[in-house]
């Protein structure tokens, strides 16, 4: 099969636990590239929260926020916003529980409390800075992702109240929260549409929660060697981890490079 596009997720795949690229991928990625194949990111991460990573790689298409923003070669190609009805309700229901949120344009990100340790917490795992405290920021443009901080057995209030929204877990203590009808495989079939090319000639890599969807959808998914164990059964292949190379073993395998 002659794939014409792969999509990679980050954290996990691209950017190992230490938040640095294995040489070995950046070396695959630039072969990739020398083919002319189609690269893109497909990321729950928000566009400001990869901007050096895509500089790093010199790559300017992605998925971002989970599927709800989608940009190729630095043009916006679709968007959908979370509806402000829905992140009032939300609001308004997780401080019955004293559980923070963090809204997300496509710009920057802010928390609904100040400094909270959860909060901090999760910025610190991904390497990045904290976010401001701007408690109405929903209320004054578009956001296209929310994280909801709560603990695992504490979901079931969320799961069980919001039709409209998705709660996809990425950390013990925090959720991405996005429109119910969206995913990474729909902000992939929204580029795909763009680019007049068909889910076999595409490819992905991923290892999360937020990656089966994709994982299934495209005509190749790989999930990482390191990948969450419910992850594996949607691919097609398992790779290496991705401090063995398993970026560089699964194009090889599709012999992409």
């Known amino acids: 099969m002659s794939y014409k596009i792969v999509f990679f997720d980050i954290d996990g795949t691209l950017v190992n636990k230490d938040s640095t690229i294995p040489l070995d991928t950046k070396e695959a990625i630039r072969k990739l590239k020398e083919r002319n194949i189609e690269v893109s ?16 790689l010199g790559i300017d298409s992605f998925v971002s926020f989970n599927g709800s923003y989608v940009v190729y070669k630095g043009k916006v190609i679709f968007e959908k916003p979370i509806h ?83 709660f ?25 549409q763009h ?4 889910p076999d000639d595409a490819v992905a890599f991923g290892d999360g929660l937020n990656d089966k969807e994709m994982l299934s959808y495209v005509g190749m998914g790989i999930a990482m060697g390191n990948a969450n164990e419910e992850v594996k059964p949607f691919a097609d292949f398992t790779t290496k981890h991705v401090n063995e190379g398993g970026i ?3 194009l090889e395998y599709l012999e992409l490079i």
């Open 195 to 198: 680019l007049k090319l068909s």
């Open 248 to 250: 560089r073993y699964g």
């Open 41 to 56: 990111f497909a990321t729950g991460r928000a566009p400001f929260h990869f901007r050096h990573i895509a500089e790093e």
């Open 84 to 166: 402000p009805a829905s992140l009032e309700q939300l609001e308004q229901y997780s401080h019955r529980f004293n559980h923070p949120i963090v809204y997300l344009s496509h710009k920057e990100c802010y928390a609904n409390k100040k400094q909270h340790p959860h909060v901090v917490e999760s910025f610190q795992f991904l390497k990045l800075e904290s976010p401001g405290f701007q408690p109405h920021y929903w209320k004054d443009t578009s956001i296209y992702q929310a994280l909801l901080y709560c603990q695992e057995h504490e979901e079931i209030h969320y799961l069980e109240k919001f039709n409209d929204l998705s």
């Open 168 to 192: 996809i877990r990425w950390h013990p203590l925090s959720m991405d929260v996005l429109p119910s009808d969206l995913s990474k495989a729909k902000g992939i079939a929204a580029m795909l």
